[in-house]
C-alpha cells in the first residue's frame, strides 16, 4: 500500500516551499520573453528558460545555474529560490552566477565572452561602493 507521500505530492509541496522563498525576480521564456510559469513556453513551445532579477536598480539577466548548467524551467525555478535565500542571507553575489555563462563562452567564442566581459565590467561600475560591501558581507 502507498503511503500519501508518493512522488507527485512531494514535487508539488516542494514547489510550493520554492514559491513562498521567491520574492524578488522572474523566469522568463529564453526565446520570447514571455514570464513562464509551467516547462515548455505557451507561446513559443521553447524550454529553456532564464532568470530576470532587478540588481540595484539594473535588470540582470541569468541564463545559467552556477554550474554552468542552461536553465530549463525546473532549473530556472530552483536557482531563483536560491537567489533569493542569498540576498536574505545578504550572500548574494551577481557574480557568481554570471561567471559560468562566461566561462562556456570562452570556449565557444572568444570575441563573444570578450563582449561579454566589457558589458559586465560597465555593469559592475553602476554598483555603488556600499551595496558591494553589504554583498561581500
Ligand atoms: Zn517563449
Same mark, same amino acid.
Given at each position: 500500500?502507498l503511503?500519501?507521500?508518493?512522488? /507527485?505530492?512531494?514535487?508539488k509541496?516542494?514547489?510550493?516551499?520554492?514559491?513562498?522563498?521567491?520574492?524578488?525576480?522572474?523566469?522568463? +521564456?529564453?526565446?520570447?520573453?514571455?514570464?513562464?510559469?509551467?516547462?515548455?513556453?505557451?507561446?513559443?513551445?521553447?524550454?529553456? +528558460?532564464? /532568470?530576470?532579477?532587478?540588481?540595484?536598480?539594473?535588470?540582470?539577466?541569468?541564463?545559467?545555474?552556477k554550474?554552468?548548467?542552461?536553465?530549463?524551467?525546473?532549473?530556472?525555478?530552483?536557482?531563483?529560490?536560491?537567489?533569493?535565500?542569498?540576498?536574505?542571507?545578504?550572500?548574494?553575489?551577481?557574480?557568481?552566477?554570471?561567471?559560468p555563462? /562566461?566561462?562556456?563562452?570562452?570556449?565557444?567564442?572568444?570575441?563573444?565572452?570578450?563582449?561579454?566581459?566589457?558589458? /559586465?565590467?560597465?555593469?559592475?561600475?553602476?554598483?555603488?561602493?556600499?551595496?558591494?560591501?553589504?554583498?561581500?558581507?
Amino acid at each position: 500500500m502507498l503511503t500519501p507521500k508518493s512522488n /507527485i505530492g512531494k514535487i508539488k509541496t516542494a514547489n510550493e516551499d520554492l514559491e513562498g522563498l521567491i520574492v524578488i525576480g522572474s523566469i522568463l +521564456c529564453q526565446r520570447c520573453g514571455s514570464r513562464r510559469r509551467e516547462r515548455v513556453c505557451p507561446k513559443c513551445g521553447y524550454d529553456a +528558460c532564464l /532568470i530576470r532579477i532587478s540588481v540595484d536598480g539594473n535588470y540582470v539577466r541569468i541564463y545559467h545555474d552556477k554550474s554552468g548548467r542552461s536553465l530549463a524551467f525546473t532549473d530556472a525555478f530552483q536557482s531563483l529560490a536560491n537567489i533569493n535565500a542569498e540576498m536574505n542571507a545578504k550572500s548574494f553575489d551577481v557574480k557568481n552566477w554570471l561567471q559560468p555563462e /562566461i566561462r562556456e563562452q570562452k570556449f565557444a567564442n572568444k570575441y563573444l565572452a570578450w563582449l561579454k566581459q566589457k558589458k /559586465i565590467e560597465v555593469d559592475k561600475g553602476r554598483f555603488s561602493v556600499q551595496t558591494y560591501k553589504l554583498y561581500e558581507k
